[in-house]
């Protein structure tokens, strides 16, 4: 039984690592994305472009114009005599913020009464534009509190004084990568389990090993050890490309990770399999596993929380394996989570690839046999 | 003149091929798939391509239709060099390729309106085509249906009629015949006759069934990408006179007399025919020359020579080499009554569609048992279910006692299987694939050991237990197939289509391991729509529309067919008059 079983994973791995093609899958998207998404996905906003329309024409605007300026976050674009451009520059995307000081700003400053500023962005984008507004938020208040220190005007009677724990700098690419774990080794599983039994009924070998005295859950296991292994391998290589290549500190403990990490990649083992057994070519398997793939990324909270979204979404949530793991691996990365703070997430997942590899192993006998 | 016409005589040759040589790269190995071919062919005749499977046939058609380039040589058609004017040649010659591109979900007739269109036939001058091609085809009452909906063989006449559009000049046809049942396949026959008789058309057409042969004008025999031969069919067949006979010994199992005549000095080909062995003898043997000690008694009685024996004459020419000496202990009882396999009125149902319709045989220890029926005649789903593969929707199966669908995983060890295409691992070497299935069939130790060595040392495979299995060649294929199938030393072997394609050296082979086996008390299931292979099986069934329409052995079956008008009637005639018959009981019972 044992001898069988060490058999299929063998002629499984042979099979997927002496052919050019599938050796390729396991290795060229996942550099590929690691490299997209550790790079240029990132939340943070840098050089902005934007204009500015400076009725005031005095030496306290054009400091103030130089302090956006010089932030690291905006870069000024163009400079605007009238109103009359506005709207074409961010119609043409050209800039996405326009700076309007009014007129009496400088006035109204030295005779301490609330000096106006407006702030015009571009807001079809809502996410950057309210991202825009925080900075633009922050290096005004920077400004008032240094005009209101220099002149000895009163202070603001609150002041936020921002401290952020775990992430200090406030890095998304701390709370993106982590999460490309996930993404990563759910793509590779889902697509060496999903086409591997497609693979072999184009060839016809399915066949050939259902009439040896294989037994079905042989031929099930044979199939999802393999998937086992290349998804925790994958998966392990993604971690240390985080930690050593983009310098995302690891503060948990290894085997919190890995526990979650396996109990994961064995819900999508399931899920590949059920794909695997409806399938009957490569093609169908494929457009099966993006099937599954997109909404799962989108409703696992790699990208939006989840807790923005409408509460039917939300349950659906609950059973994408995906959005387990991700609260498990970006706490194992930031913080030191214990196992019992895990505990929940871990049983999600179990119950998952419960529910995935019976039903897999379910639809199989029902589809071969 | 025009560009790559040339002058003389050649202008009126359909096909001038001159040092004609493409190679293909198949993974690490370099293919020759045409080896320098020089041939030509002659105007308003039927010129076949015939050779197996990998012979080079389909790249020597797309090198003439100008859908490949040639490595070196040039090919004109009726004096327009390919290369130089592939549009001119386009123009002259239509090509219907292996699978023909017809839209399964356009009817027939918008099959024939879009092919017309792509073709740029003149409105005007379609509806008379259109008619002339349908009567031809016999599809005028099917104008309506959709093209997915059509039996194998319509679809390959509606195939011919859309090739056939715009008449062109030469027409090629890549193996027009492959897995067409005998009715259609003599319909097709009688097609291209016509074109060539009334319509004046030269055909070039590849087949690997060398029985082919002899209905065509002129051949080319072409064997691992180099012609072997050229000439009239009459010719190669005549070469041959006086050469092969029937050997008889009642009473003697015939496959310990063909294992004992094939290994005899001057002996060319010896293989079972019915309850016979077809014997061909090198030029200037006698047959009474042939000495065959613990044989005696032997009627022999000279037959007419076919293709086939030229083809293996020149093959065995070509090779030297001759198939081992597999000395077959004959059976010690022939034919003992034990019952292996046991089917009766086995139905499967696919939806409304009865694919096998109340089936009943039963096959006995040692024998070797033929599955006879065009594709679609519900074989491949009686083999299926046979094995396991398949659920049966009712009725009654058995094999060695048990039905494989419902017992336990052990009882498939006493089972081989090999799958209709040699399907293995291609990415794993052939000593991968061997220790796969080894382990598989659950062999471990010295007996797992000793099974991989025979398994490599039995079927030539030691050489190349390290090459990826997908860059074999379809004879090697074929060999470590049958190997991995008997690796567990089963009782019961199916085999789904096992010789197609291959030539018929390796056919030979092939064979002479089957018949050891049958002698030592295995029982063998074979599939096949090769009715030459139907020979070699003691008793078969013949399969049509999912039912069976006559069991018994071949010359029982050849032998209900015999008239005056047919004396010495093949198993296709056999085939096509059960056909007949039960077409007319049809319709006679709908009427």
Not at chain 2, 354 to 369: C, H, K, L, Y
Request: glycine share 8%; hydrophobic share 50%; with cysteine.
């Amino acid at each position: 039984m044992l001898a069988r079983l060490l058999a299929l994973v063998i002629k499984e791995f042979l099979a997927i690592l002496r052919d050019g093609k599938s050796r390729a899958v396991l290795i060229g998207p996942p550099l590929i994305q690691l490299i997209v998404f550790g790079y240029a996905a990132s939340f943070d906003l840098n050089h902005v472009p934007f204009a500015v329309y400076n009725q005031d024409h005095s030496a306290i605007s054009r400091d103030l114009v130089a302090d956006f300026a010089g932030s690291r976050a905006f870069q000024e674009v163009a400079v605007l005599h009238g109103p009359e451009r506005i709207r074409a520059l961010i119609d043409s995307r050209e800039v996405e913020m326009v700076l309007d000081i009014d007129p009496r700003f400088s006035r109204n400053l030295l005779t301490n009464q609330p000096a106006p500023v407006q702030i015009i962005v571009d807001g079809r984008n809502s996410n950057t534009a309210l991202l825009i507004l925080g900075y633009a938020n922050s290096v005004i208040a920077d400004a008032s509190a240094a005009w209101a220190a220099r002149h000895g005007a009163a202070e603001p009677p609150a002041r936020l004084e921002p401290h952020a724990l775990f992430n200090p700098n406030l890095d998304s690419h701390w709370f993106i990568i982590p999460g490309i774990v996930a993404l990563l080794t759910q793509i590779v599983t889902l697509l060496v389990v999903g086409l591997s039994v497609a693979r072999e009924r184009e060839a016809g070998t399915f066949d050939q090993i259902l009439v040896t005295p294989l037994r079905p859950l042989d031929i099930l296991l044979g199939k999802s050890l393999p998937g086992l292994i290349i998804g925790l391998a994958e998966g392990t290589v993604i971690i240390l490309a985080t930690v050593f290549w983009f310098g995302v500190p690891l503060n948990g403990g290894l085997l919190q990770l890995y526990t979650g990490l396996f109990l994961f990649i064995a819900a999508v083992t399931g899920i590949g399999l059920m794909i695997s057994s409806l399938a009957t070519t490569q093609q169908q398997a494929l457009l099966g596993a993006f099937m599954f793939m997109v909404p799962s990324i989108i409703l696992s909270g790699f990208a939006t929380p989840i807790a923005n979204m409408p509460a039917p979404v939300q349950a659906l949530t609950l059973v994408n394996p995906m959005r387990y793991v991700l609260v498990v691996i970006r706490r194992c990365f930031l913080e030191q989570p214990s196992f019992s703070s895990l505990s929940l997430d871990y049983a999600a997942m179990a119950a998952l690839a419960l529910c995935s590899l019976t039903a897999a192993a379910w639809l199989f006998r029902k589809r071969v046999v | 003149m025009a560009p790559g016409l040339e002058p003389g005589a050649a202008i009126g040759k359909p096909l001038v091929i001159a040092g004609l040589t493409r190679r293909f790269r198949a993974g690490k190995r370099l293919v020759t798939a045409l080896d320098g071919v020089s041939a030509e062919t002659s105007a308003g005749l039927v010129t076949g391509l015939i050779g197996p499977d990998g012979a080079g046939k389909t790249t020597l058609m797309r090198l003439i239709a100008g859908l490949l380039r040639a490595d070196a040589g040039s090919v004109r058609v009726f004096g327009t060099d390919v290369r130089a004017d592939p549009l001119a040649v386009q123009g002259m010659l239509s090509y219907m390729p292996q699978r023909f591109g017809l839209y399964e979900d356009l009817t027939v007739q918008e099959n024939l309106d879009l092919y017309a269109d792509l073709q740029g036939v003149a409105t005007a001058a379609r509806p008379e085509r259109y008619r002339e091609l349908l009567h031809m085809t016999g599809l005028a009452p099917f104008t309506a249906r959709l093209a997915g909906r059509l039996s194998g063989g319509m679809k390959q006449k509606l195939g011919l009629a859309c090739t056939l559009i715009r008449a062109p000049r030469l027409l090629l046809l890549d193996e027009p015949t492959v897995g067409v049942d005998p009715v259609s396949r003599r319909e097709l026959w009688e097609i291209v006759d016509h074109l060539v008789r009334k319509a004046g058309m030269s055909v070039l057409l590849s087949t690997a069934y060398l029985d082919e042969a002899e209905r065509c004008d002129e051949v080319l025999l072409l064997h691992e990408g180099q012609l072997i031969g050229a000439g009239r069919p009459g010719g190669f067949t005549q070469a041959m006179a006086g050469r092969s006979f029937h050997f008889r010994l009642p009473g003697r199992s015939k496959r310990a007399l063909q294992a004992a005549l094939a290994t005899v000095q001057g002996v060319t080909d010896a293989v079972i025919q019915g309850e016979a062995v077809r014997v061909v003898l090198e030029p200037g043997m006698a047959p009474e020359a042939v000495q065959l000690p613990g044989f005696s008694g032997l009627t022999i009685t000279p037959v007419p020579p076919r293709f086939e024996d030229r083809f293996v004459d020149l093959l065995r020419a070509r090779s030297g080499a001759r198939g081992g000496i597999v000395p077959v202990a004959e059976a010690a009882q022939a034919g003992t009554a034990e019952t292996v396999i046991e089917v009766s009125n086995l139905v499967k149902r696919f939806g409304g569609f009865a694919a096998v319709d109340g089936i009943s045989f039963s096959v006995r220890r040692g024998e070797i048992f033929g599955l006879l029926g065009a594709n679609g005649a519900g074989k491949s789903t009686t083999f299926r279910m046979l094995c396991g593969l398949l659920p049966a929707s009712s009725g009654r199966l058995q094999v060695d006692g048990f039905d494989l669908h419902h017992a336990a995983a052990v009882a498939r060890g006493r089972l081989g299987y090999m799958a209709q295409k040699f399907s293995l691992y291609g990415e794993l070497s052939v000593a991968q694939n061997l220790r796969f299935f080894a382990a598989a069939y659950g062999l471990t130790g010295a007996r797992r050991a000793a099974r991989l060595d025979w398994a490599l040392r039995e079927f030539e495979l030691g050489p190349r237990a390290d090459v990826t299995s997908r860059d074999l060649p379809l004879g090697f294929k074929q060999r470590m197939a049958l190997a991995c199938a008997l690796m567990h030393e089963p009782d019961v072997l199916f085999l789904d289509e096992p010789t197609s394609g291959v030539d018929p050296l390796a056919r030979r082979e092939f064979w002479r391991r089957i018949n050891a086996l049958a002698e030592s008390g295995v029982t063998v299931l074979v599939t096949t729509h090769f009715m030459e292979e139907a020979e070699y099986c003691d008793r078969l069934v013949i399969m049509a529309q999912g039912r069976i329409l006559a069991t018994g052995t071949s010359e029982e079956l050849k032998a209900a067919t015999r008239s005056a008008s047919l004396p010495e009637p093949t198993m296709e005639d056999a085939f096509i008059a059960l056909i007949m018959a039960d077409n007319a009981k049809t319709v006679e019972a709908a009427a």
